[in-house]
């Protein structure tokens, strides 16, 4: 099913427009699916000249990107928004040095709750989301079942969110 | 439609934690999900937002810290 260029893509994207549009629009861009679908085609053209193995995947991971970089533009945007009328109280506003011990401090706190887990724990999660490696080639890697290695991304999972939520909050 | 909020916290995370994994499939399972109410896209963004906080601060560890197993800390 290997797909060569932007025609073959193309295609995919045309026998699959009715699923990437109800999944769009259930992922946040609602009555502007379309609109969204077209600007992410242009964005996919200009970018896909090498092969890709599961043109349907590509093309699903690629509009969870969009929406991905759509929310974080607006993200921010609405942030500079609420900057500028809270002057002075911007993280932007805190001295390097001081964002710098933040950023050291929170990747204390992470690798601790990860090691806190256990160090199988803290390997399948980095494994998972640093290395890029998905669950079943970790449960091959590992000897494990895939329902473990899932438990254990699970764990560390809610860890980290329970984690990021106190140091929000503190 | 009266889901707990901790399971609909838990979902979240799951169905972020699967779109992870480069392999991930089921996107139409995922659609059909995020249908069901608009408090699934926003559980969903938070878990999202989540992970990629976590793993967005453990890729600025130095290159010595990476393999925790061989380091006493």
Same mark, same amino acid.
């Given at each position: ?14 026998? +699959? ?47 969870? +990107? ?22 002075? +109280?911007?993280p932007e506003?805190e001295p390097v040095g001081e964002r710098i011990f933040i950023a050291r401090e929170q990747l204390q706190h992470v690798q601790a709750a990860l090691a806190a ?5 803290d390997?399948?999660f980095r494994?998972?989301r640093l ?25 560390a999972y809610?860890t980290l969110a329970e984690l990021r939520t106190k140091l929000n909050t503190e | ?48 937002q989540d992970g990629e906080w976590a793993a967005a601060i453990l890729a600025s560890e130095a290159?010595?810290e990476k393999?925790p197993?061989?380091?006493?800390r």
């Amino acid at each position: 099913m290997e797909t060569h260029g932007s025609s073959g893509l193309h295609a995919t994207l045309l026998d +699959n427009r009715g699923r990437l549009l109800r999944f769009l629009a259930a992922r946040g861009a609602g009555s502007d699916a379309e609109d969204v679908l077209h600007d992410l085609w242009q964005k996919i053209a200009v970018a896909a000249d090498r092969p890709v193995a599961d043109p349907v995947s590509y093309l699903f991971r690629a509009a969870e +990107n969009h929406m991905r970089d759509i929310r974080r533009a607006t993200f921010s945007r609405e942030k500079r928004q609420l900057d500028w009328h809270e002057l002075g +109280n911007a993280p932007e506003d805190e001295p390097v040095g001081e964002r710098i011990f933040i950023a050291r401090e929170q990747l204390q706190h992470v690798q601790a709750a990860l090691a806190a887990l256990g160090s199988r724990v803290d390997h399948v999660f980095r494994r998972y989301r640093l290395d890029g490696v998905g669950q079943a080639e970790i449960a091959s890697e590992l000897g494990m079942s895939l329902s473990s290695v899932e438990k254990d991304l699970q764990k560390a999972y809610r860890t980290l969110a329970e984690l990021r939520t106190k140091l929000n909050t503190e | 439609m009266t889901t707990h909020p901790s399971e609909l916290t838990e979902a979240a995370r799951l169905w972020a934690m699967r779109v992870a994994d480069p392999s991930f499939g089921d996107w139409d399972g995922l659609t059909r999900w995020l249908e069901i109410s608009p408090a699934h896209l926003a559980a969903y963004e938070a878990a999202v937002q989540d992970g990629e906080w976590a793993a967005a601060i453990l890729a600025s560890e130095a290159p010595a810290e990476k393999d925790p197993s061989r380091h006493q800390r």
